[in-house]
């Protein structure tokens, strides 16, 4: 067994993940998005709708408190997969845009929206692609998903539960686990726990009104994971789970086990002591141990900001750098992270896929 | 102009960066550390005191409230340098362990103390170096200090400033822009609100008479910075710096920006409204668009969990599968955030310097 | 002015290229050949017809001395350049294989051809997509022109001239200087020493006749290129230029400047002398001292073995491990080299392109 | 099992090899060379004598024929081994300069030697480390030798058995397979056929008295490989190889298997027939299929050039750009190729021993 090797990065950020990697392109409103998943472990049976029904998910308009733009989200394989099984070779597919309607931007060709990617894109490349923040468009993540259904085929038995955990104010108050993941699914704001699902719905819908966004967070829960996961050094499994979960747009925290109230607590509180078969009597730790998973639960938090885009007026700047004001329009969601449930789920599965398969090489005796 | 390249991440876990790149060597008690600074520019004069000075920072044994351990943190520089400017070439350096004092941990050879990695080093690798930790030990953090302080020279227009911001419930009561940071190394502590920093002080020798320990945390703000550093997509700025702090030892949480408490707020109170000039008037983004600086104050906040070793009887687990009890020995801190103050800005200046590197080509006007 | 950074290699060995860099996907008979070119600076108006006449070059079907088979290799672009010009994110593209004839090659199903990948890709992989040879194809290569011919748009000041300078036992007598590269493309041996080209021509026909092949080389000089191009140590440029052609399908050998010739040479009749500008008076360095290009030509060659698929019986071993007599079919190359020319240009020009960006850095004083 | 990652190089163009990997650093006449030997696997009992005869190999003064330099070449491991076994951390080491006569050197301070790199380092870094070639001096060679000894140690059932071919026009005219490697170190030029190591060795001495240099090559046979290293697209076995024997100071070509000859070929006779065990009853393709491994002898030749530096009088350019006599000083090798060949069978090992880590995956059954 041996030390091992992770590169959750790429030379162009536009990959992540290192054994199991996905390389994404496209914008919001280019003729397809798409992506290249590369070291997929040849073999596997790949369950197609498994991966459609997570990009149904992370799809727009399946309820009244997403928004209504249509996507039709139809990946497409183009390689890799020979007689329904992975062949070892790089999965290119792509997701067409079926539903681009640039003169929904025309309006922001010249000017620069609040909180958003416009004013620095200009900058930092002399040009901008202003249909729909054209790369920094969160529908970039579409192909993440994709990459994500498949990397949990890859680790089919570590179960990733990702939920709503708040809206706004509004929080579960139990730990995750009192919850049922299995009701996750059965409301449009992926609350488990039924009577805050309620709650942020109205609330939701109220601020929808408004022509208001909110902001909230996603918990998620690991579980059934190997011990010996993780790099000891700069790319520790929390390290990389953070990144991941950063580079999803909007997303401003990650704390993960104890997080930020482990911060005002005594060592004699948060130690985990032992079991005699090595599990703890307390997780404060969140299943990770230097880095290192440690067979119990990883749990993790994540908070998403709201969504800049107003359906009201507001002061936004001009490339001829004058403040106007100007309505907000476009279909858009009021809160995110009902839709981000599953990029959440996605990205961790990457980041486990790959470390899973490093940690197969330590199995193989050697 | 153009886009670019971000990868702060290595196929070994040792190394951190990519044109700006530092690989570390060394255990806590091996003969010595050291490491490899790797795409420095050359033609930079390098202020060697200065490089001691931030040693002399993150040493033990400064005040009464760090552990006394005896480390002298001589750096030798072997390469790279020549009469006295960078050359280009990599930067080899070591710091000998002046001080190992191996039988202090003999005691642990055969147990795993709790919230360690003993237990999942030796679970994951099948041999374990159980003098202080070996690779686990933040003795490690050494070698990032002599790459930060570089890094440091190499963006020497962009000013980084961290501090503890809290101790165990004891938190500064005031944003940072009614800090004076020119105050911060005038204490143990670390603190730049003396009020907060006496109280703090205090509170850790109270911990300390208990054998016990406390986390608290850091808060880091980098002002003067360019626009454009960061890319879109996997390698956002904020996503890099936070996988970067979540890599130094203890810390369990992540937050820029308006951070955790940005998930309770509305669009319409969250949005940074332009100046004329592309300044903002608030700045909850954090200094960062879309993974991308936009010139305003970058801040964040990092949490650390408390030590696990207390100076207290605590059940170990024994590669015996028994439970037993052990008093904890050795020279430790009671609370790590006044000795992580310059690793927190070490770290960050790795980052800053590879993604400044990057932007110099988008100033070279294509 | 500083050192830089090279990396012609990815985590998957799909990619190519750090700064500059292609990532492909696609087998023979899959639905799409595709790749991701990432990297790519903004603002460059891109010449399609100039991609397009490239892909002609490397097509089949183009005369009597090449492959009948019929590719269309229409490239489309899905994203990445916007209203003419690229944006700096990632230039997604796929091939459409439009003439899959999988029945062709369903009679290799449980054999593996002599001097084929058909054994050692079931060995290694345990399955084996068996349609053209899959992934193992040089029809992977139509990605590479499309990239290569990007990135001669990116460096376009640096002209790249490859051509055929043997076929078998016969070569062109002349040095590289007394060659018209323009009269190139004018026959279908790609060879500009008129005279040299029409043996090869009818050699070729000779040997596609027997139903047999053979090898032969492709010389290619690049020129105009600046000083600094290269890293010292393990990313020396021909080092990197290597690796790129012997990455193509059937190389078997590189040798740049006095090459194998070099070997036999004395140091005082090897050593190129400098004029006072700079310049050398001989070239045998090939342009490139201590893996850094000099700013003389920059010239190599490549060794191709003969196709190994054969239009006659032969040997094969079946996957019952027994050996039976097969008379190859399908559409083949009698001689690879003439369609290869573009190839060897597209992975030259992609090599540059990387350490060209890597070099602008240099430029932009530090 | 499934496909695999490679990953032959490094942001910064110091390091080599992915899952096993070196990073160097250290000039001619620094203080100290060095290095970090990242992924070797843990629990490998380390044969510290075997890497001291490796280095012993390599050292100058050997004798009559090489370079009377002395260079002691001690290694001092820094971390990684405890208690004799590799712990799976990084393994750091130095070779302290304890030999430098900067003086030897002072008198080419500002003039430009004929086919060395001084004058492209001061072009491209705009500073020049001039104490015998700064970085560019073959001396870096010595760390690689050290982690290719370690390399050695992991892929202990592969046998890596290089040696000296020609020497000027002086040629071995047997094949390997008639050759006894086991003669290889009884002759100061590393060449196991006597009576061309007689011829070579007295040729070198003339050449010596001459104060010239001559060229020569180097032929490796790799034997006891693995049928499935190396991948299919850009990481081809061969490419790799190639590129690492490129990356030696003054190689100035390679090829494998049938290498420039087999360009001459027609397919009827370079196609390896199957056994049906699957080997081949010839091997002009060295051992390597699209890339991968299959389990045939790997062989192949690598073309190195005269030693640039002469004890003559040549002319030299100024940094003024006047072109002046001077006499060669120093202590030079006449000949570089029976120093080379522990260099050769080092690049090599490192390269294996990469591929073989990332084989060992395949081998743990998915």
Redesign the interface.
């Known amino acids: 067994?041996?030390?091992?090797?992770?590169?959750?990065?790429?030379?162009?950020?536009?990959?992540?993940?290192?054994?199991f990697?996905i390389?994404?392109?496209?914008?919001s409103h280019?003729?397809?998005?798409?992506?290249?998943i590369?070291?997929?472990?040849?073999?596997?049976q790949i369950d197609l709708d498994a991966i459609q029904k997570e990009m149904q998910r992370r799809k727009p308009g399946q309820s009244t408190i997403v928004t209504q733009r249509k996507e039709e989200d139809e990946v497409?394989?183009?390689?890799?997969i020979?007689e329904g099984?992975?062949?070892?070779?790089?999965?290119?597919f792509?997701i067409p845009n079926t539903n681009q309607k640039s003169d929904d931007y025309s309006h922001i060709k010249d000017t620069?929206r609040?909180?958003?990617?416009d004013?620095?894109?200009e900058?930092?490349?002399?040009?901008?692609?202003y249909r729909g923040?054209?790369?920094?468009s969160a529908r970039?993540t579409a192909s993440r998903v994709v990459a994500g259904a498949i990397a949990k085929q890859v680790i089919s038995e570590i179960k990733i539960n990702a939920f709503v955990s708040?809206v706004?104010?509004i929080f579960i108050d139990k730990p995750y686990q009192d919850l049922d993941f299995s009701l996750t699914e059965t409301n449009a704001v992926r609350c488990p726990d039924l009577a805050s699902a309620e709650k942020m719905e109205a609330y939701i819908k109220e601020?929808k009104k408004?022509g208001?966004?909110?902001?909230?967070?996603i918990t998620c829960v690991i579980q059934n994971v190997p011990?010996?996961l993780g790099?000891?050094?700069?790319?520790?499994l929390?390290?990389?789970l953070?990144?991941?979960m950063?580079?999803i747009?909007a997303v401003?925290?990650?704390?993960?086990?104890?997080?930020?109230c482990?911060?005002?607590?005594?060592?004699?509180?948060?130690?985990?002591?032992?079991?005699?078969?090595?599990t703890?009597k307390s997780n404060?730790?969140?299943g990770i141990?230097?880095?290192?998973?440690?067979g119990m639960d990883i749990y993790f938090r994540v908070?998403?900001?709201?969504?800049?885009?107003?359906i009201?007026k507001?002061?936004?700047?001009t490339n001829q750098?004058?403040?106007i004001e100007q309505q907000g329009k476009g279909r858009h969601d009021p809160c995110v992270v009902p839709r981000a449930v599953p990029i959440v789920e996605a990205m961790a599965a990457i980041v486990l896929a790959d470390f899973y398969?490093i940690n197969?090489?330590?199995?193989?005796n050697?």
Do not use: W
């Not at 067994?1 to 030379?11: G, L």
């Not at 482990?262 to 090595?278: I, P």
């Open positions: 067994m041996f030390i091992f090797v992770q590169n959750n990065s790429d030379m162009a950020g536009n990959s992540y993940g290192t054994l990697r390389t994404t392109f496209g914008e280019g003729e397809a998005l798409g992506g290249i590369d070291g997929c472990p040849a073999g596997i497409q394989f183009l390689s890799g020979f099984k992975t062949t070892g070779t790089p999965i290119g792509i620069y609040p909180s958003h990617a004013y620095v894109y900058k930092k490349y002399g040009i901008r692609d923040g054209g790369r920094s970039e708040s706004g104010e601020i408004q208001d966004t909110v902001g909230g967070t011990i010996g790099e000891p050094v700069f790319d520790k929390h390290a990389e953070g990144k991941a950063l580079s747009n401003h925290g990650f704390e993960y086990g104890s997080g930020f482990g911060a005002r607590m005594k060592g004699s509180e948060h130690n985990d002591l032992y079991n005699e078969d090595g703890t404060l730790s969140g141990q230097g880095g290192i998973s440690n908070a998403f900001k709201p969504v800049a885009t107003l009201q507001q002061e936004v700047l750098n004058t403040i398969l197969k090489i330590n199995k193989s050697y």
